[in-house]
C-alpha cells in the first residue's frame, strides 16, 4: 500500500483510532490512579584506597580502587549482604526480592557508590538504603582481608572494623537515605503519555488490519480504485418496497432523483461502439441492481427517449411486482414462441417507457439467453427503441449475465457500497472479459454521506423548479430523441456552458449519437412498438 491508501485508511477510519486513542489514554489514568505509591530513598559510600603512601602507591591504589568499586556493585545486591540486611530489619521477603527493590548505580568517572532501595513505605525505603551500605562495608571488609607475613591471617576487630594496616580499601558512606515526602511512581503523566501512544498505534493497527481482512467497498473511490472502469453513476441509500422502488419522481429537489438524471446524462457520453443497448447486472444478489435498472429507466423516459425495460432475470424477477405489472407472460413466451412481442410488452408510467417482463420461470435459463431467439429478439427491439435496457442475475453466482453481456453494447456493474468486496467485482470483471463483454462503467448503489464524492447537498438542491433563479443559459439534458431531426438541421442543441470542455462533450454527443443512427438505420426513428 502507498501512502494515499494510508491516508485513506486514516481519513476511513478516524473513530476508530480516535476511540483507541482515547482508550489508552483512559486505561493510563486508571493505571496511575489504582497503583500504590512507591518512595525511593538512595544512600552514597564512597570507596578508596588504604595502602601505600608514596605517589606510586597511592596511584596503584587508585587503579585498584577504581577496578573494585564495579565489583562491589553487583556484591551489594548478593545474598551475603541482602540475608543481612533482612536479618537486621526483620523483612518478611526473601534475599532474591529483596535485591529486586535496589539499584546499585556507579556515577561516571567515580568511586563512589549509590543504593537506591524502593518500597511502598518511605522509611522503610531509607532503612534498606541505609543497611545495604553498611553491611556492605562489612563483607567487603571481610573479603578483602590481607595476611600479615608468616601466613596468619589477621582477626577482624570487635567493632567490625578491620585494621588500616591490612585492608587495601576503605567504604565510607558519603550520603545517608532519608525518608521520601513524594512518590517516584505513580507518574501520571508519563502513565497518560503512554497510553496515549500506545492506544493511537493500537488504533492505527486496527485500522490497517480491518482494511486488510474487510474488503467490502466503502466509498466510490474504492470502486473506480478496482473495477478498470468509469463510475458513472452515484446512487444514494433506497429502501426496498414497491413503494419506495420508483424514485425519480419524488421531486426535482431529492438527492435520488438527481443522482438518477446524472447517471442518465452519463450513458448518453459513453463510447459505446453499437446501439444503446445496456446489461445492468451486480456481482452477487442484493446489491441493487433491478432498483437501479427501473428508476434508470424512467429516468430516461422522462427526458423523452423511448425506453425498453426488459425483465432478463428469469430465476428471481423482481421488476413486474415493483411496477404491478402482469408477470404471468412476458420475455419466457417470446423466446419458446407461445406469444408475440407486442402482444406481452408494457407500458407503463409514461408512453415512453415499456417493460418486457420475465414470465414464467423456466427450468433452463441460461440456455433460453443465450438462444438464437433471444438474439433476434434483441437485433428487433434495438431498432424499436432509443435505449434498451436489460435486468439480468447476478454475474458471479449464475453464467446468465455473461451470456448476455454478449450481445448487448455495454455493461453497467451495480456495486453496492459497505456490502460487495472487492474480490468480487475482480471476478464479475473477469467474468466480463472471459466473454468478450464491455464494461461500459460501474453505478455506486446505496451510497452514503462519508462514501460519496458527489456535489450534491442540500442547500444546492433546496430550490423548486418555479423559485430558481434565472441565471443564464442553462444545461440542457440532452437526449437520444433528435438524432435523425440532426441531419434535417432541425434540431440543435444550445450552446453549452462550460468552453473547450462542453464542447467536446457536445463532439462526443454527436459522434454517439451517429453510431445510434447506423445502427438503427435509416427511418428508425418512426418505428413504434
Known amino acids: 500500500m502507498g501512502s494515499r491508501d494510508y491516508a485513506r485508511i486514516l481519513q476511513r477510519s478516524w473513530i476508530l483510532i480516535l476511540a483507541a486513542t482515547l482508550g489508552g489514554v483512559l486505561i493510563g489514568g486508571i493505571a496511575a490512579g489504582v497503583a500504590k505509591p512507591v518512595y525511593s530513598a538512595t544512600s552514597a559510600t564512597l570507596v578508596t584506597s588504604e595502602t601505600g603512601s608514596t605517589v606510586n602507591d597511592l596511584t596503584q591504589g587508585s587503579a585498584f ?234 429516468s430516461i423516459a422522462a427526458n423523452g427517449s423511448r425506453v425498453l425495460l426488459v425483465e432478463a432475470d428469469l430465476r428471481r424477477p423482481q421488476i413486474h411486482s415493483y411496477l404491478s405489472l402482469e408477470g404471468g407472460a412476458g420475455l419466457t413466451d417470446v423466446l419458446i414462441g407461445r406469444a408475440l412481442f407486442a402482444d406481452v410488452v408494457q407500458t407503463w408510467g409514461s408512453p415512453n417507457l415499456h417493460v418486457l417482463s420475465s414470465g414464467r420461470v423456466p427450468p433452463n435459463p441460461s440456455e433460453l439467453l443465450g438462444s438464437q431467439q433471444m438474439r433476434d429478439l434483441m437485433t428487433h427491439v434495438q431498432d424499436m427503441y432509443d435505449v434498451v435496457l436489460y435486468d439480468t442475475p447476478p454475474l458471479l453466482p449464475v453464467p446468465d449475465a455473461a451470456i448476455l453481456s454478449r450481445n448487448v453494447g455495454g455493461v453497467l456493474l451495480v456495486v453496492a457500497v459497505d456490502r460487495t468486496r472487492r474480490d468480487a467485482i475482480r471476478a464479475a470483471t473477469a467474468s466480463l472479459q472471459k466473454v468478450g463483454a464491455r464494461l461500459a462503467g460501474t453505478v455506486a448503489n446505496r451510497v452514503t454521506a462519508r462514501g460519496s464524492t458527489s456535489y450534491l447537498t442540500d442547500s444546492y438542491l433546496s430550490l423548486e423548479p418555479d423559485e430558481r433563479e434565472d441565471d443564464g443559459p442553462q444545461m440542457e439534458l440532452l437526449d437520444f430523441t433528435d438524432i435523425d431531426d440532426l441531419d434535417r438541421g432541425e434540431t440543435e442543441p444550445g450552446p453549452m456552458p462550460g468552453g473547450a470542455a462542453s464542447r467536446s462533450g457536445e463532439r462526443m454527443l454527436r459522434n454517439t449519437r451517429a453510431r445510434f443512427r447506423t445502427s438503427r438505420g435509416d427511418g428508425a426513428g418512426e418505428t413504434q412498438p
Open 65 to 298: 580502587t577504581e577496578r573494585r568499586v564495579s565489583t562491589y556493585a553487583n556484591l551489594a545486591t548478593e545474598p551475603i549482604v541482602t540475608s543481612r540486611v533482612i536479618e537486621e530489619l526483620g523483612l518478611d521477603v526473601t534475599p532474591a526480592e529483596l535485591a529486586a527493590m535496589v539499584e546499585v548505580s556507579v556515577p561516571l568517572d567515580t568511586t563512589v557508590l549509590e543504593v537506591t532501595a524502593s518500597d511502598t513505605s518511605p522509611r522503610l525505603a531509607a532503612s534498606i538504603a541505609n543497611a545495604i551500605v553498611t553491611n556492605l562495608s562489612v563483607v567487603v571488609a571481610e573479603v578483602e582481608t590481607t595476611t600479615v607475613p608468616g601466613g596468619a591471617a589477621v582477626p577482624v576487630a570487635p567493632d567490625a572494623t578491620p585494621p588500616a594496616t591490612i585492608t587495601p580499601v576503605k567504604l565510607t558512606q558519603v550520603r545517608f537515605a532519608e525518608a521520601p515526602a513524594e512518590p517516584v511512581s505513580p507518574n501520571v503523566l508519563l502513565n497518560l503519555g503512554i497510553g496515549l501512544f500506545a492506544g493511537l498505534a493500537l488504533g492505527t493497527l486496527a485500522a490497517i488490519l480491518r482494511e486488510l481482512i474487510d474488503t467490502r467497498v466503502r466509498s466510490t473511490d474504492d470502486i473506480e480504485a478496482v473495477a478498470d472502469a468509469p463510475l458513472v453513476g452515484a446512487i444514494p441509500q433506497i429502501a426496498r418496497g414497491r413503494s419506495e422502488a420508483i424514485l425519480v419522481d419524488d421531486g426535482l429537489g431529492t438527492p435520488t432523483a438527481e443522482s438518477f438524471r446524472i447517471l442518465r446524462t452519463n450513458l448518453q457520453f459513453l463510447d459505446i461502439d453499437g446501439p444503446a443497448t445496456f446489461a445492468i447486472t451486480s456481482p452477487g444478489p442484493g446489491d441493487g441492481k433491478s432498483t437501479v435498472a427501473l428508476n434508470l429507466a424512467s
